[in-house]
């Protein structure tokens, strides 16, 4: 075997490898474009007591733990009862909201 014909052996052996790392690129660049924000969007089941703060003609008003306040006819109560209530939140507002709070408790720390 010459020199030559060794040479042609190693760059034909470089051409596959270098296929194969484009193609693991191509592949996990694609799963953090596309698929990586999905995640953040899957429902988040929440299950807790709360308060009723009022009763309207829609149905009953109270406050969740994260602070937004739901109108809803699927429960019954009188304002001041506490009932347990089941919601779906996306993950990533949640998230949001932690980092959001966070940023709020270092900048107004406790007296």
């Known amino acids: 075997m010459s020199a030559i014909q060794t040479t042609q052996k190693k760059n034909s052996q470089l051409v596959p490898l270098a296929l194969v790392?484009?193609?693991?690129l191509?592949?996990?660049?694609?799963?953090?474009?596309?698929?990586?924000?999905?995640?953040?969007l899957m429902p988040l089941e929440i299950t807790e007591d709360v308060e009723i703060l009022a009763v309207t003609e829609k149905g009953v008003v109270?406050?969740?733990?994260?602070?937004?306040?739901?109108?809803?006819?699927?429960?019954?109560?009188?304002?001041?009862?506490?009932?347990?209530?089941?919601?779906?939140?996306?993950v990533k507002y949640l998230d949001d909201k932690q980092r959001q709070q966070a940023s709020f408790d270092a900048f107004n720390p406790d007296p």
């Open 26 to 40: 191509a592949i996990v660049g694609y799963v953090m474009i596309y698929v990586a924000p999905i995640g953040g």
């Open 62 to 90: 109270f406050e969740t733990s994260t602070g937004i306040a739901v109108v809803t006819d699927q429960y019954d109560g009188e304002p001041g009862d506490v009932i347990e209530i089941t919601y779906s939140v996306p």
């Open 21 to 24: 790392g484009i193609g693991m």
